[in-house]
C-alpha cells in the first residue's frame, strides 16, 4: 500500500552545519529540481532568511524517490527554522515526522543547538540518522565528530554517513538510509480525520495556506474541515502538496504532508499544533503538545514621521497575516507620540519584523529598546503584567516584583570557560551545571533572567569567546528580584520611552553608563543639554552635552555650492534617524543605548 511506503523526515543541524544546502541537494538528486532552479536556495525563500542564512518560515517538500529496492518512495522533507526564538514551530514541525536527519558539521562538532534539536527530536520519538556533512574539510575530523555524537548524545553513529553538501557526496546513502530505516506512517484511513497544522502562510489571493501532516483518516475538496483549538470551521477548497511548487492533488491521506487552502483570512485562525479535523465527524481527541504561543519580548515602533502612522498600522496588519505571534497593539508615548507596542518571540523576530518594516513597506521607524513581561504584585494585592517599563508602578505601591528566566546552554571550549561564568555572572546568572563533552569542550547551563539575555547578550558571549561559544536558552520561569524603574531626563524632562527596569544592585552602575553613552549620542545642539538617570526622584547620575560652539553651515560661506548642498544633504540623512524630544533632538541609536552598555 501506498502509506508503507511514504517517508516524513527533517534536517536538524546547528546553524551553518549545513541544512539548507543538504536539502538543496537533496532536491536536486532526487529531480524535484533543475541545478539551474537550485541557483534561488528554494527552500529559503525570503530574502531577509536569504542574507541572514537562516529559515524563518517552515517548507515541505514532496519528493519521489526510486530506491535500490526497486521501489518507489514519496519522501516528505520538512524544513524547519533554526533559531532559538522558534522552539515551539519546530518541536511542531518534527511532530509531523517519523524521522531525523541529524548533520553535524565535521570540523565543528556538536554545537549548543544540535543539543537542543536532538532533545526536541527524542521527545518527537524521531528516528535520528546521523550525518557527518563537510567532510571535504582540510580540518573535518569524521571520527571524532562521531564518537561525540555516541558520548555526548547517546546515539549509534557507526552508520553514520560521511557526507560533502556542498560537493555533492554522501547523498544518495543518506537518501537509502532515509527509505530503510525512518518508520513508515502509521495511523487509519478509517478513523476521522486527525491533522496537525505545523505552518500556515498567508497568500493574496487564496487566503492562508495551511501546511499540514495527517494523522489519520484523508482530506479532499468539499470537506467541513475544523480546527480544534479555534474552533473554526471552514469548507475546504483545494489540497495539495509542494513538488516542491504547490500543486493541487485530489486527496491527502494517511501519512501524507501537504497543504490545504480553505478561505482562511488570518493565519490566527490556524494555529501551529493545532488539530484539523472533520467538522461533521470529528476525532475524539485533539493531537497533544499544541500551546498556544506568547510574545516574550515587546518594544515600541514609532513611525519617525508622524504621517506614517496609518501606514505602519497596515504594514503590521499585514505582517501579522502572515504571523500569528505578533502582536501589537497602540501606544502613546510623551517623546515619541503615536505608535505601536509590539510583541515577539524574541530578539531575532524582533529584528526582522522591524527590518521587513523598514524595507518591505519603506517606513522609518524608532524602536524603543526591548523589555520582558514583568509581574507585578501590588501592595493591595493586584497583580499587573508590565511590557511597558514606562507603566511600572511607583515604588511604595509594589509589593514585589517577577521576572521570566531562561535556562541557557552554552558549549565552548575549555580555555574559555572562565570568560563565559564571568559573562554569565555578570548577567545575574546562577550556574546550574557544567559537564565536559570530550576533552576539549564543555556544556555549562546558567539560569538568566531573559531581560539580560535581550541586552547584548549574544554578542557580549561571542566577542568573549572569539566567537566560539554556540548557545540556546529555553524559558524556565518567573522568579522574584529586586528590580526598579530607571527613568531618563533630557533637559529636565523625562522622557518615557528612554525608561527602563534595572536590578537595585545595578541602578547606580547603569544609570551612570547610560547617562555617559547617551551624551555620546546626543549631538550637540544650540543649548547644553543636561542628561540625568533618576530612581524614583533620586538622580544617580548626570552628565551634560555641550552647546554647539558654530553654526556648521559657517565654514561654507563662501565656499562652494556644491559643497553647502552635500553638507546640508547629510544633515538631512541625518535627520531621518532623530526624534525631536521636547527641544532635543535624539538620535534612534539613543533609544536602544541601554543595550550597549556594560
Ligand atoms: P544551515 O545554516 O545549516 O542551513 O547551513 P547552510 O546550508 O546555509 O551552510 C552554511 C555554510 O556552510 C554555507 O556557506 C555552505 O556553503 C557551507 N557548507 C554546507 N555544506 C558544506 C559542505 O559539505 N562542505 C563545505 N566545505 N561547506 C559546506
Ligand atoms: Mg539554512
Do not use: W
Not at 484539523?276 to 515600541?300: H, Q, S, W
Not at 526582522?352 to 501590588?378: D, G, H, K
Not at 528590580?483 to 544609570?511: C, P, T
Request: with cysteine; glycine share 6%.
Amino acid at each position: 500500500v501506498r502509506q508503507q511506503k511514504i517517508r516524513n523526515f527533517c534536517i536538524i543541524a546547528h546553524i551553518d552545519h549545513g541544512k539548507s544546502t543538504l536539502a538543496d541537494r537533496i532536491l536536486e538528486f532526487t529531480g524535484a529540481l533543475t541545478s539551474r532552479e537550485m541557483q534561488e536556495q528554494v527552500l529559503d525563500q525570503m530574502d531577509l532568511e536569504r542574507e541572514r542564512g537562516i529559515t524563518i518560515k517552515l517548507q515541505a517538500v514532496r519528493l519521489t524517490y526510486k530506491a535500490d529496492d526497486g521501489e518507489e518512495y514519496i519522501l516528505n522533507l520538512i524544513d524547519t527554522p533554526g533559531h532559538v526564538d522558534f522552539t515551539y514551530e519546530v518541536s511542531r514541525s518534527l511532530a509531523a515526522c517519523e524521522g531525523a536527519l541529524l548533520v553535524v558539521d565535521a570540523a565543528q562538532g556538536i554545537e549548543a543547538q544540535t543539543l537542543a534539536n536532538v532533545y526536541l527530536a527524542l521527545d518527537n520519538d524521531l528516528e535520528i540518522l546521523p550525518v557527518i556533512n563537510k567532510i571535504d574539510l582540510p580540518s573535518a575530523d569524521p571520527d571524532r565528530v562521531k564518537q561525540e555524537i555516541e558520548d555526548v548524545i547517546g546515539l549509534d553513529a557507526s552508520e553514520a554517513v560521511h557526507a560533502s553538501a556542498k560537493a555533492g557526496i554522501g547523498i544518495k546513502e543518506i537518501l537509502e538510509q532515509v527509505v530503510q530505516k525512518v518508520p513508515a506512517p502509521t495511523g487509519s484511513p478509517e478513523e476521522p480525520l486527525k491533522a496537525l497544522i505545523f505552518d500556515s502562510h498567508y497568500d493574496p489571493y487564496r487566503g492562508v495556506i495551511v501546511y499540514v501532516r495527517v494523522i489519520d483518516g484523508s482530506i479532499k475538496a468539499g470537506s467541513m474541515i475544523k480546527m480544534m483549538a479555534t474552533g473554526k470551521t471552514f469548507e475546504v477548497i483545494e489540497v495539495g502538496a509542494f513538488k516542491p511548487r504547490m500543486s493541487i492533488v485530489d486527496e491527502l491521506n494517511v501519512g501524507d504532508v501537504g497543504f490545504i487552502v480553505a478561505g482562511i483570512k488570518s493565519v490566527g485562525d490556524t494555529r501551529v499544533g493545532d488539530t484539523v479535523t472533520d467538522a461533521k465527524r470529528p476525532t475524539a481527541e485533539p493531537l497533544p503538545g499544541y500551546r498556544k504561543i506568547n510574545p516574550m519580548v515587546f518594544c515600541g515602533l514609532y513611525p519617525i514621521e508622524t504621517s506614517d502612522y496609518n501606514d505602519l498600522r497596515e504594514a503590521l496588519e499585514k505582517l501579522q497575516l502572515n504571523d500569528a505571534s505578533l502582536s501589537f497593539e497602540p501606544e502613546t508615548s510623551s517623546a515619541l507620540g503615536f505608535g505601536f507596542r509590539c510583541g515577539f518571540l524574541g530578539l531575532l523576530h524582533m529584528d526582522v519584523i522591524q527590518e521587513r518594516i523598514e524595507r518591505e513597506f519603506n517606513i522609518p521607524l524608532i524602536t524603543t529598546a526591548p523589555s520582558v513581561i514583568y509581574r507585578v504584585t501590588l501592595t493591595n494585592g493586584d497583580q499587573m503584567q508590565i511590557d511597558n517599563p514606562s507603566h511600572y508602578p511607583e515604588i511604595g505601591k509594589i509589593d514585589y516584583v517577577e521576572e521570566p528566566y531562561v535556562k541557557a546552554g552554552i558549549i565552548v571550549p575549555n580555555d574559555y570557560v572562565g570568560a563565559i561564568m564571568e559573562l554569565c555572572q555578570a548577567k545575574r546568572g546562577e550556574f546550574i551545571n557544567m559537564e565536559y563533552l570530550d576533552t576539549t569542550r564543555v556544556t555549562i547551563t546558567y539560569e538568566i533572567p531573559l531581560s539580560e539575555i535581550v541586552y547584548d547578550f549574544f554578542d557580549q558571549l561571542k566577542s568573549s569567546t572569539k566567537g566560539y561559544a554556540s548557545f540556546d536558552y529555553e524559558i524556565s520561569g518567573y522568579r522574584r528580584s529586586n528590580l526598579v524603574k530607571m527613568d531618563i531626563l533630557l533637559n529636565g524632562e523625562q522622557v518615557d520611552a528612554l525608561s527602563f527596569i534595572v536590578h537595585k544592585d545595578r541602578a547606580y552602575h547603569r544609570g551612570r553608563a547610560i547617562c555617559e553613552k547617551l551624551r555620546e549620542l546626543i549631538p550637540r545642539q544650540m543649548f547644553e543639554v543636561p542628561i540625568q538617570a533618576s530612581v524614583g526622584t533620586k538622580v544617580v547620575a548626570r552628565e551634560t552635552v555641550k552647546a554647539m560652539r558654530k553654526n556648521v553651515l559657517a565654514k561654507c560661506y563662501g565656499g562652494d555650492i556644491s559643497r553647502k548642498r552635500k553638507l546640508l544633504e547629510k544633515q538631512k540623512e541625518g535627520k531621518k534617524r532623530m526624534k525631536q524630544v521636547g527641544n532635543v533632538e535624539v538620535p534612534q541609536e539613543a533609544f536602544m543605548a541601554v543595550l550597549k552598555i556594560d
